[in-house]
């Protein structure tokens, strides 16, 4: 079974910079790749980033093209969000899984969601 835990959220002035984690646990490894998607309220849940866990490929939604990083572990245990110059835009829930990267959806049936890490940016 799938186990994720995102954290590193926190309140950070328009401009600053946050680093999120997502520490991952069970059949992980067997995903292509993983990566990190937001919600913010009243919004619906977006892609973000995603890296695939053998090469280390990375991907970004438009958005964040330029300002974010992600990042993995040697171990391909743990994955990185390096987010600079942020905006009040990125404020949302920030959350990690698996990512399908022909449609840069969350992989069906992975399983459940973790609790999420919040991000608020102060403008």
């Known amino acids: 079974q799938v186990q994720l835990a995102e954290s590193g959220g926190g309140l950070v002035q328009a401009g600053g910079s946050l680093r999120l984690s997502c520490a991952t646990s069970g059949r992980t490894a067997s995903w292509y790749a993983m990566g990190w998607f937001r919600q913010a309220p009243g919004k619906e849940r977006e892609f973000v980033a995603a890296?695939?866990?053998?090469?280390?490929?990375?991907y970004y939604a438009d958005s964040v093209k330029g300002r974010f990083t992600i990042s993995r572990d040697s171990a391909k245990t743990t994955v990185y969000l390096q987010m600079s110059s942020l905006k009040s835009e990125d404020t949302a829930v920030y959350y990690c899984?698996?990512?399908?990267?022909?449609?840069?959806?969350?992989?069906?049936?992975?399983?459940?969601w973790g609790q999420g890490t919040q991000v608020t940016v102060s403008s």
């Open positions: 890296i695939t866990w053998r090469s280390g490929v990375t």
């Open positions: 899984a698996p990512v399908a990267i022909a449609t840069m959806t969350p992989v069906q049936n992975f399983g459940s």
